[in-house]
């Protein structure tokens, strides 16, 4: 018995070297014969696999793909084989014990000379198994992996074989008799993507269980094959190195499955793509309708209660609104209340809080103004600049609330202090500030996280502590380090 393997590689040298030194250690050496399929490497492949004396080559001019190097290996080896001997296919990404091809070529047996797939294990991954085997639904165009439909526990502890619907190249062992019986690889048709599904599901069509051993484990690094995910979707639909290419998967449903479903395969694979993308865009067209939706909503609820609302205002989530009768709230244009976590960094304690508590007292929110979270309470008049940063959790107001004497501080509302507060324009204030009665902040100023705020500050000053203080200039910062900073170099303004 021999055990012929078969390697196609297109540069990566160091996983070519891997795979053939996991191949030297197997119990069964003896028993393998090696063959890489060389398809036009660039990186010293070639001169390497010259020096590799139980390695034997076959060139190609980079255009053999998966499907046509397999096919080549194929037509080099069958000849010699025998009633007895095995084909394994490989991928050069891939790695193994020492136990690994006796474990196949057992399990084959085992099962009647079936197939056997391996399972793959990646790197740093716990549990490590990442896939078992294909589970293909023809009627619906749907292939997911068995490894889906299994617990965390039957992850961790899987049964120590699986039956699939197809089996992948990256470590599949087949009878030699069965390319013989029933043909090699169609390039032409499949040359990558499905190639080894559909020649493992002709061979199942012929009665060939397709087993998947959970001892023969394949290890992988956490990224293998092809990543198409920062491709142009036009890539991902038709580029010839895409598992998604539209006319590889037409081809692939047009030669498996039973006749009827091959010769329908091109009229159900239409209507399902078009359905797909129908109810893809309905949904998505819904949702967006939904969100407009309760987006309105909530704009007229601050319109109801008697706020000014101006043009773009965008809320996520519900803000808290409470308004004296005989006050007035403005929010300006394109001014964005954030009241939901899952819509900022920071998480939210609470939704934006806004409130009149007095008659005649005022807050105005200026235009492209963005707020997270925060609280303003106004008994006389809080203004807010335009392009003002707020982080979450800000909290301010213009009242004590409550008298400072002790005599009835709990219930009189007699001798309760109050001051307008004004931030200016383009304020970045931190979060969990706190900002009191009767203060003043120049535009281009920077609040520090934390700093609790009484008092006059100037244009541009940086403001931090309790109580806070000017620590800095953003003015004199600027002039002094004009333009971005370099990696590792901060500003020195102590906040």
Avoid at 87 to 106: G, R
Avoid at 144 to 172: F, I, K, N
Avoid at 295 to 313: Q, Y
Wanted: hydrophobic fraction near 40%; aromatic fraction near 8%.
């Amino acid at each position: 018995m021999r055990v012929n393997v078969i390697i196609p590689v297109f540069n990566r040298l160091e996983h070519t070297r891997k795979v053939l030194e996991a191949l030297r250690r197997q119990t069964l050496a003896d028993a393998l014969t090696i063959v890489v399929v060389n398809d036009g490497s660039t990186d010293g492949t070639a001169e390497y696999l010259q020096s590799q004396g139980d390695v034997v080559e076959i060139r190609g001019d980079g255009n053999l793909w998966w499907g046509g190097a397999i096919e080549e290996g194929l037509k080099h080896v069958l000849p010699s084989c025998k009633a007895e001997d095995y084909i394994l296919f490989l991928n050069n990404d891939t790695w193994f014990d020492e136990d690994y091809v006796e474990i196949l070529v057992q399990t084959s047996k085992a099962n009647g000379e079936a197939a056997v797939g391996s399972v793959i294990h990646e790197e740093g991954k716990d549990p490590p198994l990442v896939s078992i085997g294909p589970r293909i639904n023809i009627n619906r165009f749907a292939i997911w992996d068995l490894l889906s439909e299994l617990s965390e526990a039957q992850q961790r502890s899987p049964e120590s074989q699986y039956r699939v619907d197809a089996l992948s190249g990256r470590g599949t062992l087949y009878p030699a008799l069965l390319f013989r019986k029933y043909g090699g690889m169609r390039p032409r048709l499949l040359p990558h993507y499905m190639a080894d599904y559909e020649i493992a599901m002709r061979f199942s069509r012929a009665g060939v269980p397709l087993i998947v051993s959970t001892k023969a484990i394949v290890y992988s690094p956490p990224v293998y094959g092809n990543d198409v995910s920062r491709h142009s979707w036009k890539k991902r639909l038709f580029g010839r190195r895409s598992p998604h290419n539209v006319f590889q998967r037409l081809i692939f449903y047009s030669l498996v499955g039973s006749p009827v479903q091959r010769l329908a395969a091109p009229f159900r694979m239409a209507y399902f793509f078009y359905a797909r993308v129908l109810l893809g865009r309905m949904t998505t067209s819904l949702k967006k309708i939904a969100v407009s939706l309760v987006r309105a909503r909530r704009l007229s609820e601050l319109k109801r209660h008697g706020v000014s609302v101006g043009r773009d205002v965008v809320l996520y989530g519900a803000p808290l609104l409470q308004r004296h009768p005989d006050s007035d709230i403005h929010v300006g244009d394109r001014v964005v209340l954030c009241s939901d976590s899952r819509f900022t960094a920071l998480a939210l304690n609470h939704p934006v809080k806004i409130a009149t508590i007095r008659a005649g007292s005022k807050i105005s929110i200026g235009a492209d103004t963005g707020i997270s979270g925060a609280t303003i309470v106004s008994a006389a008049r809080i203004s807010i600049g335009a392009e003002v940063l707020m982080g979450a959790n800000v909290t301010i107001f213009d009242t004590d609330f409550h008298p400072i004497r002790p005599e009835g501080r709990r219930h009189s509302d007699a001798d309760i202090k109050t001051a307008p507060v004004h931030i200016g324009d383009n304020v970045f204030i931190g979060t969990n500030a706190l900002i009191l009665r009767g203060t003043e902040i120049g535009r281009d100023s920077i609040i520090a996280a934390g700093a609790v705020v009484r008092g006059n500050f100037p244009e541009g000053a940086i403001i931090a502590g309790n109580p806070a203080k000017i620590v800095g200039s953003v003015y004199r910062t600027s002039q002094q380090r004009p333009g971005s900073q370099a990696d590792g170099e901060h500003e020195n303004s102590n906040i």
